[in-house]
């Protein structure tokens, strides 16, 4: 029984690669290329810094090379620790109660224990994948430059594992803790409200460092002076400090730091196994506790408000899908940080050089579009797959299916719109650019507001999941990241329309003149395309595909 429950987990991660769907293996070769892409151009940035970091110290003899990397790799630890923490407690309370499959797994023959060790697996899995995205090409980097490399694979491999256990154990152990007291849907909307608590003081507090003195050749090499040559205290109780010293000796060649590395990783290794071990039970309570129980009898219904139009049912019942999701306070709270963040920055934005202006309207107007863009990653490519059962239900109805896609659409348009407006005006505001150049930011990121989310809710629509556990499982699948690629290049191409200095940069790579009413146009063509062609294909993929094999 154990044999086969393993294989068919297996059987199904491996089925969106194998799929007999000829679209659906396009989606999943365009997603592992995008990240196979993402590792390379990592890898290479890394290696640029690693040649030139290595000639700049050359030069620094009073610099210790050792306490420098500790210190940076201190910083990179703990905030793997916080993020796999954060991850983890929102992951977990929809894992662990809220995902349909759990009610057909709770009835197999085997230990409840089993049941909650494998769905921490799963929280562990999709909390630790953005970590493990961005540390496997520095893991990588920092071995081929290393003396010996596998001893400094392992000597970053062990810590980095021992910290995303012991975050993961802790999330797990808290969102349990969460449940027992109130239910589910609560404990999620209460652990994303202090996700996105703890990510926007994470982000204000890293502004408040003030960042860009960096840029100040002479302030950057006295903070780099100060790090690289006082001697770093003990670790105390921080888990990143630990970490960080454990995986520094192996990247100079030394086999010191496999001891405590090895040791970090069995503790956070026996910590993640005792979560489940402990508290099965109080699982087990809570979740037969937190079924829903009878309907109500039909005299204590609450009748809704009487529909005017089927447009206007479609509009309501989209705002409140939208409303009702435990995340949105979170993303917002998130979006509000980005949003303070970004005004922060504006602030120091040159004022004087109309070149610096013009050049830095178009990077703010590329940044906008790129935050709308993942903004849409979550609540637009998901909004089909979140009808779950309901989608056969909606299959039965008397409804077009374009006009369910439209209703999707404009809930979401109108404030990744607003929100495209809202960060590129205040720019404008403060760079103050040529009258030409804001109307043309103005027009791009309203144009890129209006056209991304309709380009993920098509493609969502395309590469439906309606079995997906929650909502990040989709918008993290390979659908979901074809999606983005998609969506991140219209937003870099804007940044070519706004500003003419990066026109004639590229004009002087292509030996040829670029103007900017032709790459408007082609600008306005290439969000026509990506709004009207992915949901065209949606709206005709809904009216043919079987749900039962989607």
Same mark, same amino acid.
């Given at each position: 029984m ?9 059987r199904?991660s491996? $089925? ?6 000829a ?6 070769m365009?997603?592992l290329f995008a990240?196979l892409? &993402?590792c ?9 810094a ?5 000639a700049?110290l050359g030069?620094l003899?009073?610099?210790r090379?050792a306490f420098l ?6 910083g @990179? ?9 954060l991850g983890?407690l929102?992951?977990?309370?929809g894992t662990?109660?809220l995902?349909?499959?759990?009610a057909? /797994? ?6 409840h ?6 769905? #921490?697996?799963l929280t562990l899995? +999709?909390a630790a994948?953005p970590?493990l995205?961005?540390?496997t090409p520095a893991? /990588? ?6 003396e010996?490399p596998i001893?400094a694979f ?7 594992a021992g910290v ?7 999330g ?5 803790? =969460?449940v ?9 909307l209460l @652990?994303?409200?202090?996700s996105a ?25 006295? *903070?780099?002076?100060? +790090?690289?040559?006082a %001697?770093?205290?003990?670790?105390g ?11 520094t000796?192996? !990247? ?12 970090? &990783? ?5 910590a993640?196994?005792l *979560? ?7 699982h087990?309570?809570? =979740?037969t506790g #937190?079924r ?5 009898a039909?005299g ?5 408000p009487?529909?005017r139009?089927?447009?206007?049912? !479609?509009l309501?019942?989209?705002? #409140?899908?939208? !409303?009702r999701d ?5 993303? +917002?709270?998130?979006l509000a940080?980005? &949003? ?6 504006v ?7 109309a070149?610096? $202006?013009d ?7 590329g940044?906008?579009?790129? +935050? *709308?863009s993942?903004?849409?990653?979550? &609540?637009?490519? %998901?909004s089909?797959?979140?009808?779950g059962?309901?989608?056969l239900?909606l299959r039965t109805? %008397?409804l077009?299916?374009r $006009?369910q896609l ?6 979401r ?8 407006l ?5 720019s ?8 030409a ?6 027009? *791009?990121?309203?144009a890129?507001?209006l ?7 098509g ?5 439906p ?5 929650n ?6 699948s390979?659908?979901g990241v074809?999606?983005?690629v998609?969506?991140t290049?219209?937003s870099?191409?804007?940044t070519?329309?706004v500003?003419?200095?990066?026109r004639l940069l590229?004009g002087?790579?292509v030996?040829?003149?670029?103007s900017?009413?032709p790459l ?5 063509? #290439?969000?026509?395309?990506?709004a ?6 949606a709206?005709?993929?809904l009216?043919?595909?079987?749900i039962s094999v989607a």
């Open positions: 154990n044999g086969v429950f393993r294989a068919n987990t297996l199904a491996g $089925r969106t690669l194998l799929a007999g769907n679209r659906a293996r396009i989606a999943a365009a997603g990240v892409m &993402f390379g151009l990592e890898m290479a940035g890394l290696e640029g690693l040649r030139a970091s290595r700049a030069e003899p009073e610099i090379p990397l500790e210190r940076l790799l201190g @990179a630890f703990t905030a793997a620790l916080l993020l796999g923490f983890s929102t992951t977990a309370i662990l109660f995902s349909d499959e759990l057909a /797994l709770s009835t197999l023959p085997f230990p224990s089993r049941l909650v060790l494998r769905q #921490a697996l899995l +999709l994948a970590t995205l961005l540390a893991l /990588l980097v920092a071995a081929g430059a290393g010996r001893l392992l000597s970053g491999a062990l810590p980095l995303i256990l012991l975050a993961g154990a802790a797990i152990a808290t969102a349990l803790l =969460f027992s007291v109130v239910p589910p849907r609560r404990a999620r @652990a994303a409200f202090l608590t703890g990510l926007a003081v994470a982000l204000l507090g890293f502004r408040a460092a003030r960042p860009e003195r960096l840029l100040d050749p002479v302030e950057a090499l006295s *903070v780099v002076t100060r +790090l690289g040559s %001697p770093l205290p003990a670790p109780l921080d888990v990143g400090a630990w970490a960080a010293r454990a995986a000796p192996g !990247l100079f060649g030394h086999a010191g730091g496999l001891l405590p590395g090895a040791t970090l &990783f069995l503790s956070g290794l026996a993640f196994l *979560v489940p071990a402990a508290l099965w039970r109080l087990l309570h809570v =979740f #937190a829903p129980g009878a309907l109500r039909s204590d219904e609450r009748r809704g009487e529909a139009s089927l447009a206007a049912v !479609l309501r019942a989209e705002a #409140a899908s939208l !409303l435990a995340s949105t306070p979170a993303q +917002l709270g998130s940080a980005v &949003f303070l963040l970004d005004l922060m920055n602030r120091l934005l040159p004022s004087t050089d070149s610096a $202006r050049l830095v309207a178009g990077l703010q107007t940044l906008s579009l790129f +935050l *709308v993942a903004l849409s990653l979550r &609540f637009a490519y %998901p089909v797959s979140s009808d059962r309901a989608a239900i109805l %008397p077009d299916p $006009r439209l209703a999707r659409w404009a809930i348009a109108l404030p990744a719109t607003g929100i495209a809202a960060l590129t005006g205040a404008l505001l403060v760079l103050r650019p040529a009258g150049t804001s109307a043309v930011a103005l027009l *791009v990121a309203c890129g507001g056209a991304i989310p309709a380009l993920h809710v493609l969502g629509a395309l590469y999941r309606y079995d997906a556990p909502a990040v499982a989709v918008a993290l390979t659908g074809f999606a983005l998609f969506s290049g219209l870099l191409l804007s070519l329309v500003s003419g200095e990066l590229l002087s790579l030996k040829m003149p670029v900017l009413a408007l146009l082609v600008f306005c063509a #290439a969000a026509a395309a990506a009207l062609g992915p949901m065209a294909l709206a005709r993929s009216a043919r595909s079987d």
